[in-house]
């Protein structure tokens, strides 16, 4: 039978939320406990040992074959974690429903893991039918309804929690969300309302009303709404949702004076002012965005408003003082004993404002900084690597991809780009291809960009590869978007369209001109009058 790869992650998760109340609802034995923290320890096969110790002496022991179940997963062994957790279930306390319920999380998830959906549901029938008034019981049916589109079981198993609870605020909202989901909004905004009748402060109903104020373009009351939420949650996705707000040119003047206003009430709350200062950020009103930037900080002085301030001024390639800002949220991070990933991401920006100045030795020293904060720092590495790669050295750019891509958890499409550039540079043709190909697959998903169109055409395949980067510049926002489509016409020896795709890619407000300069894949280009023009044009 060909089944799906159980994932770790969703496992663990399954599992961490059932052990806290099982170990309180049953003693745990010795070779239990050393299973556990075998597990723990990620030594699957000394915890399965364990387990089967304690198994002989108790065969029924349902919390030993849950976690039985949970050793087979991180294995991948889909039939013996089956096995094991329907064992669980039949030998579980018929009392203990915390245990049940887990039991049959735990099981639906492996099932949804594997793509097993009718069996998924069955499962999740069987529980429902032994806890037939179990409020988690139903509300992971109707979860499942809902994520399989079937809104109306998911309303009626959330209709069955209120009978069993009638001021569940939670299943209140989610039948707000199926309806707002069949675009019903005027039957969701009576559920979001109910809801925040019972409790005015749950989040999900505000935002779910919120939605169905903007599916109605009634805008205030979506923005109070929206605002209230940003205040009491400072939710970096509310925020994006009122930035995508005052991105529409209809509607932008309205939200600005909302926050606006706002901000006169409350002059001491940084949330109005940074939430301004993004607003212009994105409009690309840099010095705006500053005011507003400098406003927060003289309130508040964050490592967090520093870097801001330092973005805007680096937008503008105002390196001086964007060099300043960067170094004082560097201070205040280390001032405030922020964690090591915090102080190590504002050294790592002050390596970046040297790499795209050009200060290639500068950049250099302070990736190692950052790297130092935190060892397995893949973002570092691969920066530090393509200042190497600009610095002509490319030993050690290698050395610092193949640990980038040894330590990165994803998004290392770039990596396997310059990688698979420098063995190609080195005669290592096949391991390249295979780089180049890694690349290709890892930037996949969405759309397809520059990683792609660059690998496609080291691979040899250049008509795919123009097409991939034309159908790129259709879709893409990026303002670096034409340099890149430059540096594959750079490869392809079509000077003229590579210096056409420089200027587009600068009348569009790209401005990292050192990157311009000595970027390898533009190498083909020097001493061609039309670059050498816009290069002496843009020489600072």
């Known amino acids: 039978m060909n089944r799906k790869k159980i994932q770790f992650i969703a496992l663990i998760i399954a599992l961490l939320s059932v052990f806290p109340s099982i170990t309180r609802a049953q003693q745990e034995t010795y070779n239990y406990k050393q299973a556990l923290q075998s597990l723990q320890n990620k030594d699957t096969q000394a915890a399965i040992a364990y387990l089967y110790k304690d198994l002989a002496n108790n065969p029924k022991n349902s919390k030993a074959w849950m976690l039985m179940s949970g050793a087979y997963g991180m294995l991948n062994n889909a039939d013996s974690a089956l096995f094991a957790i329907d064992n669980a279930i039949k030998f579980a306390p018929k009392t203990n429903e915390n245990m049940l319920v887990a039991c049959y999380k735990a099981k639906a998830e492996y099932l949804q893991a594997m793509g097993f959906t009718e069996l998924q549901l069955k499962t999740l029938n069987q529980g429902v039918k032994q806890l037939p008034k179990s409020i988690d019981m139903l509300k992971l049916r109707g979860e499942f309804y809902s994520n399989n589109n079937d809104n109306e079981k998911a309303i009626a198993d959330y209709k069955k ?289 520059y990683p792609t169109f660059i690998s496609q055409h080291f691979l040899g395949i250049d008509a795919t590869a123009k097409q991939t980067a034309k159908s790129y510049l259709e879709i893409s926002e990026n303002k670096g978007a034409h340099i890149e489509v430059a540096c594959l016409y750079a490869l392809l020896g079509d000077k003229p369209m590579a210096v056409r795709h420089l200027e587009l890619g600068i009348e569009k407000g790209y401005c990292s001109f050192p990157y311009i300069r000595n970027h390898p894949w533009l190498k083909s280009l020097r001493g061609y009058p039309d670059y050498e023009k816009l290069i002496k044009k843009y020489s600072r």
């Open 161 to 449: 929690i209120l009978s069993i609870d009638r001021d569940n605020v939670d299943a209140m909202s989610e039948i707000g969300v199926q309806y707002l989901d069949e675009d019903k909004v005027d039957e969701s905004l009576k559920w979001f309302n109910k809801a925040l009748a019972t409790d005015n402060s749950h989040t999900a109903s505000k935002f779910g009303r919120a939605l169905a104020y903007l599916g109605k373009k009634e805008l205030d009351p979506a923005l109070d709404d929206l605002t209230q939420l940003l205040k009491e949650t400072e939710s970096n996705r509310i925020k994006q949702m009122i930035l995508s707000l005052a991105d529409s040119t209809e509607i932008q003047s309205r939200v600005i004076n909302k926050i606006s206003t706002l901000s006169q009430a409350e002059p001491k709350e940084t949330i109005w002012l940074l939430t301004l200062g993004d607003i212009h950020n994105n409009k690309e009103q840099y010095e705006q965005a500053r005011q507003y930037f400098q406003k927060a900080y003289e309130i508040k002085q964050t490592a967090d408003i520093a870097t801001e301030l330092a973005r805007q001024y680096f937008a503008e390639n105002n390196y001086a003082p964007a060099k300043k800002w960067a170094t004082q949220a560097i201070e205040l991070a280390r001032d405030s004993s922020e964690t090591n990933d915090n102080i190590a991401s504002c050294i790592t920006f002050l390596g970046q404002i040297n790499f795209d100045q050009g200060n290639y030795t500068e950049a250099i020293k302070y990736y190692t900084q950052s790297i130092q904060e935190i060892k397995n720092n893949a973002n570092a590495r691969f920066f530090r690597a393509q200042a190497y790669i600009f610095a002509g050295k490319q030993k050690e750019a290698l050395a610092d991809l193949n640990e980038a891509l040894e330590t990165a958890s994803g998004g290392t499409e770039l990596a396997y780009v310059w990688r698979g550039w420098l063995l190609n540079q080195l005669g290592k043709k096949l391991e390249a291809q295979g780089d180049f190909r890694n690349a290709i697959e890892q930037d996949s998903v969405p759309y397809p960009a």
